[in-house]
């Protein structure tokens, strides 16, 4: 009768080490806590203060029709946020394996997983070109090194960086948060080289030569015979606009929405004539 008890006592205590051990792990797995300056892949983690993430947010315009990626996303703070407070996707990509798992929890725990996932990947072979914001917070050298691939993205794209720029690439804004910077830099349609400008409905035709550098830019429109300068020509992502002196002394406005080979919009005379530029 003894032996028997002690036969069962020992097989509930074998019984139960399974279920101890995977009680373990999870705990193990839930208490992973990253330490702030500890090193990734070629950054340390420091996290962005929650007043700063917000202002970034805030500063590109987030809605819940953007698709926000967060370049290095640590624990997930910016993607929850973006999809906590304005409801838009979020994409996270995470190099290191143990933070894109605390991400992941982060996330669900915030209640956000129908909209937020953690990509467990390097920001220099993922695809982010789908996003229409992208934040980040890297060092110098690692914007630098994305800015080709920033540039390439769809024209609007709103980018806003931590504490760091993009070399010569100015920003369109910059932030102040708790003695923290922040920059914002709105992706330029790539309008260098010459351009046929007419409208089908008059018989204006000219010929508009545009020298761009980022989203500043300038050039030259050759009409009836005689090149003028642009006056104040500007660049908001897709949008170019810019005016000139007509033959009669007048000054005109032209405004146009670019579309890859060409460009579409209106004179800004009597008549509002519509105007379209093909690439040369």
């Known amino acids: 009768m003894i032996a028997s008890r002690l036969a069962f006592a020992l097989l509930a205590v074998v019984l139960a080490l399974p279920c101890a051990t995977a009680v373990d792990a999870q705990r193990s797995d839930e208490v992973y806590e990253p330490t702030p300056g500890q090193a990734g892949k070629d950054v340390v983690w420091i996290p962005t203060p929650d007043a700063l993430v917000i202002k970034m947010l805030e500063a590109v315009k987030t809605t819940r029709d953007d698709v926000v990626y967060d370049l290095g996303s640590g624990d997930g703070k910016i993607p929850i946020a973006a999809a906590k407070q304005y409801g838009a996707k979020a994409v996270g990509i995470e190099y290191n394996p143990d933070m894109a798992e605390l991400a992941r929890r982060n996330v669900k725990r915030e209640g956000v997983d129908n909209l937020v ?50 070399g010569e690439w100015e920003p369109d804004q910059q932030l102040k948060v708790e003695s923290r910077d922040a920059f914002v830099w709105i992706v330029p349609a790539n309008v260098a ?69 060409t460009m579409t919009g209106a004179l800004s005379d009597s008549r509002n004539t519509p105007l379209t530029a093909s690439r040369r």
């Not at 989203?215 to 810019?242: E, M």
């Open 117 to 166: 996932s953690i990509v467990t990947g390097d920001i220099f072979v993922e695809d982010f070109s789908r996003a229409t914001v992208v934040t980040m917070y890297l060092l110098p050298q690692l914007n630098i090194k994305l800015r080709p691939t920033i540039l390439k993205m769809k024209p609007g794209t709103r980018v806003t960086s931590h504490q760091f720029g993009m």
């Open 193 to 261: 080289g010459k351009w046929t400008l007419k409208s089908d409905r008059t018989s204006f035709s000219g010929t508009l030569d545009l020298v761009q550098r980022y989203q500043r830019v300038g050039g030259t429109l050759a009409l009836g015979g005689k090149t003028r300068q642009l006056l104040s020509p500007w660049i908001d992502g897709d949008k170019l606009g810019f005016s000139f002196v007509d033959s009669d002394d007048h000054v005109l406005s032209v405004r146009l929405i670019f579309n890859g080979s």
